[in-house]
């Protein structure tokens, strides 16, 4: 039995009796605790708890969830929410009382043929509406997850969807005042002093129902502003490092897909005209590291070529050199993106990735005075690693692949030696 909720705010009219219907639902089960009930709904337990405030409308999913959780009858409720709602709360009105401007719709394109990433998207459904932060390695598929989760909320988001790509460095504050304007706010209230915008912008993002999703991000100090304690918005941040100086966020590291997801995403890329069996499918996936931008790269370079047979194009890709050089098309490139992660990595954390490159694929332990270059390896998404020690490093195939690129161009930045990684520091 849970501690005692506060009245329903009975002020609400008909969506404080809704409220009042779903906390009967929930006396009827026997009063499971909001935390046990976010345990199968897939929302947070203060999501749950304010559905049956009577404050505000619930949206359709929070309230299936809800009637879910307590063993009623969905279709149900789903009638009974479109009677109270008229059916618009899903599709919100695209007018606001003040300015006439529509609501912000800035999320990019949404990723076509999304595949894998059940259990990545669960744990988003999960996470409760605390800033989330999406970090992995370069071409791992984070701005993807981030996009398609972002456009299954977007519906439930119902004074819309805010988004910026802080990969060029903008400031903070560049990137809040370009929100607080596509939110409605007159010029001359932009006026103010930086943390007078801050405080505006949060007290937006609490009074309203908004996903932000900041892609990109470079460090804690881009994003620190522009962060807030909401139970209606959802502030999303992609980046390839893990931000760790953010405190009272939720981190979800992304790695590469399984080897049977990038099958499937293989499979639903290729021309049917493709000759391929299900060795060359696992050399593809095998020859892309598994990761989606090169599996994206690799099947749009194949349908330059609809009647190839696979295996022997994988075969000339091996005996002609580099696979990098194969994986760009247009203005994607697995090259361009390993680079940018490598020249943010000082001088003492390249000399040990060129170190690293030259071992086993397996790196193993490394002396505990190399732990702090090691985690700016994996920040920056060059090393991954598996567990919760430095027992289980590793490099990519594509990585050490450019590495060895790099070795030709930055000969200075790699060790003397084959002893320890410090050689030649």
């Known amino acids: 039995m849970g501690r005692p909720e506060k009245p329903v705010n009975n002020a609400g009219g008909l969506v404080a009796q809704f409220a009042g219907e779903l906390r009967a639902l929930r006396a009827r089960a026997g009063n ?62 695209r007018e606001r009382v003040t300015g006439k401007l529509p609501y912000p719709a800035q999320l990019p394109q949404r990723p076509r043929g999304f595949i894998g990433r059940v259990a990545e998207l669960a744990w988003l459904r999960a996470a409760g509406d605390t800033p989330i932060v999406i970090s992995g390695p370069a071409g791992v598929g984070k701005t993807g997850l981030a996009l398609y989760y972002a456009y299954t909320r977007a519906a439930d988001m119902t004074n819309g969807q805010l988004y910026a790509d802080l990969g060029a460095g903008p400031s903070p504050y560049d990137v809040l005042d370009g929100f607080l304007r596509a939110l409605g706010v007159p010029g001359d209230q932009l006026a103010g002093t930086p943390d007078h915008r801050v405080g505006l912008y949060r007290t937006l993002l609490v009074e309203r129902r908004l996903l932000v999703l900041l892609d990109n991000v ?38 590469p897909l399984s080897r049977a997801d990038s099958v499937e995403m293989i499979v639903a890329g290729l021309p049917p005209t493709v000759t391929a069996g299900p060795d060359d499918l696992d050399r593809l996936a095998e020859f892309c590291g598994d990761l989606p931008l090169a599996l994206d790269i690799a099947l749009r370079r194949i349908a330059l070529r609809p009647h190839v047979i696979l295996g022997q194009m994988l075969d000339g890709w091996h005996r002609n050199g580099n696979a990098l050089n194969w994986l760009s098309i247009g203005d994607l490139s697995m090259r361009e993106a390993l680079r940018s992660a490598y020249l943010t990595l000082s001088h003492p954390a390249r000399m040990l990735l060129h170190w690293l490159a030259r071992t086993a694929d397996r790196v193993g332990p490394l002396p505990s005075e190399e732990d702090e270059l090691a985690d700016e390896l994996i920040d920056a998404g060059i090393l991954s690693q598996a567990g919760h020690d430095f027992a289980g490093l590793r490099l990519s195939p594509l990585v050490r692949a450019f590495v060895r690129d790099m070795a030709c161009s930055f000969a200075r930045d790699v060790p003397v030696g084959a002893g320890s990684p410090r050689a030649g520091y």
């Open 218 to 255: 470079l460090d804690e100090r881009q994003v620190r502003p522009l962060l807030v304690e909401t139970d209606t918005s959802t502030t999303v941040l992609v980046s390839r490092k893990r931000l760790l100086g953010l405190r009272e966020v939720r981190r979800l590291p992304v790695t």
């Open 32 to 93: 499971p605790t909001y935390r046990e009930m976010a345990r199968s709904a897939m929302f947070s337990s203060s999501v749950l708890s304010s559905a049956a405030s009577g404050n505000r409308m619930p949206s359709l999913s929070v309230t299936l969830a809800f009637v879910a959780a307590c063993g009623g009858d969905q279709d149900g409720w789903r009638q009974r929410w479109l009677a109270v709602t008229g059916g618009h709360m899903r599709f919100p009105t």
